[in-house]
């Protein structure tokens, strides 16, 4: 990184007034917060508010639903006519991520340098290259606005698909913190009521009414021992959730692994044939389209697109290589041009969006009954932990 006076330079986003009264921002590197307010100072900017960004977070992907906000008012400040110079500064003003907030400043300082919106845009690491590829496409044909329009779409798809999946697991999630609450409320509070009760019993105790005493002195003596674990846990589960992200660990989780397979396919297609349709290059757009996925499934559309390039048919190369369904490869299957693919996969989104809500519609089925059986057995459980003693006492009467 630049050093400047034996120090690293530090990321700025900064607000305030000019001489005028007018509210402007900017962002720029300095090396304390001192030296960045000396310098606005200097330039007659006064009210200033300085927001310091980590260095780890420029590279750090922008959070789906906050591109999608982001795109939508761009496309519709271009729509209404506003400079593209102004419509950065509007959004500027209105975003809360200090992060992206930062990255569009920059972008607006590019384009006044003289540089283009797509150019600006793929100076942002943060921000999806695959967006900055399909500007650069748009302006060049003089339809912006129409092309951000697209972008937004897919996006907005994009968003509704991952909100959809993340619907099927809130339930689970409000069972589980539901037992939790009522099973830590059960150690707490109601087995210590019992206890002189339980050991006149002593051997003969029902086991799992002995698992539970056994469990509630554990806790109730060494509460610093289980506050401690479950602080780690949950930082366990944060830092889980910062590595891999929620689009990979959804894909561990039982039944949702299909699902994520088909709605990434069905991103891959809905990328090719918006970058298609756009006029984006086929190496470019293959190249942009296999970043949705990961791992082996990323590899085998590697392959692909490297057939491609060499020589081999665009409907050979994926049949060969692609690791998509039958199904899906059908409409590929008579590809002899770009247009033909355009259609193929047009023709797989719609296979791929009625294939998804099959798929989760029955997986919601499924889970409903799951969960009811398993709530069923944990409270019969936890009856039967307190009650059996009852009736053993009563035996005994």
Avoid at 211 to 223: E, H, I
Avoid at 286 to 302: P, T
Wanted: a positive charge; aromatic letters at 10%.
């Amino acid at each position: 990184m630049t050093m400047i006076q034996g120090f690293k330079m530090a990321f700025f986003l900064w607000h305030g007034l000019d001489l005028q009264g007018s509210r402007i921002s900017g962002a720029f590197q300095f090396p304390n917060r001192i030296e960045a307010r000396r310098k606005l100072l200097s330039r007659g900017i006064f009210h200033i508010h300085l927001h310091k960004i980590p260095h780890y977070q420029l590279k750090s992907p922008v959070p789906l639903k906050e591109l999608v906000t982001i795109l939508l008012q761009l496309e519709r400040l271009q729509k209404s006519g506003f400079p593209l110079n102004q419509s950065l500064q509007l959004i500027i003003s209105e975003t809360k991520n200090h992060r992206l907030a930062y990255a569009v400043c920059k972008i607006r300082q590019d384009l006044e340098k003289g540089l283009s919106l797509s150019q600006a845009w793929l100076a942002q690491p943060g921000l999806p290259e695959m967006v900055g590829l399909l500007i650069g496409v748009f302006e060049s044909s003089g339809r912006i606005t129409e092309g951000l329009r697209h972008l937004l779409k897919f996006f907005e798809g994009e968003l509704q698909l991952r909100n959809e999946q993340i619907k099927l697991i809130y339930y689970p999630i409000v069972i589980g913190m539901l037992f939790l609450l009522l099973g830590s409320g059960l150690l707490i509070f109601v087995i210590p009521m019992y206890k002189s009760l339980y050991h006149r019993l002593g051997p003969e105790l029902f086991w799992l009414t002995r698992l539970l005493v056994k469990l509630s002195d554990s806790v109730l003596n060494k509460p610093l021992l289980w506050s401690t674990s479950l602080l780690l846990t949950g930082a366990a589960i944060v830092l889980l959730f910062r590595n891999f992200g929620w689009e990979k660990i959804r894909s561990w989780i039982p039944g949702f692994g299909g699902l994520d397979s088909l709605s990434r396919m069905l991103l891959y297609s809905r990328s090719m044939e918006l970058q298609l349709k756009s006029g984006v290059l086929l190496n470019d757009a293959l190249f942009q389209a296999e970043k949705l996925f990961s791992g082996s499934q990323q590899n085998k559309l590697k392959r692909v697109r490297k057939e491609i390039a060499s020589g081999v048919s665009i409907s050979e190369a994926f049949n060969n290589c692609s690791g998509f369904p039958d199904s899906a490869l059908k409409h590929l299957s008579l590809v002899q041009s770009v247009e033909d693919l355009r259609i193929g996969f047009e023709r797989n989104v719609k296979f791929f969006e009625e294939s998804l809500a099959h798929n989760m519609s029955k997986l919601n089925a499924m889970l409903e009954p799951l969960l009811m059986i398993f709530l069923a057995i944990l409270v019969l459980a936890f009856l039967l932990a307190l009650y059996m003693p009852l009736f053993q006492l009563g035996e005994w009467v």
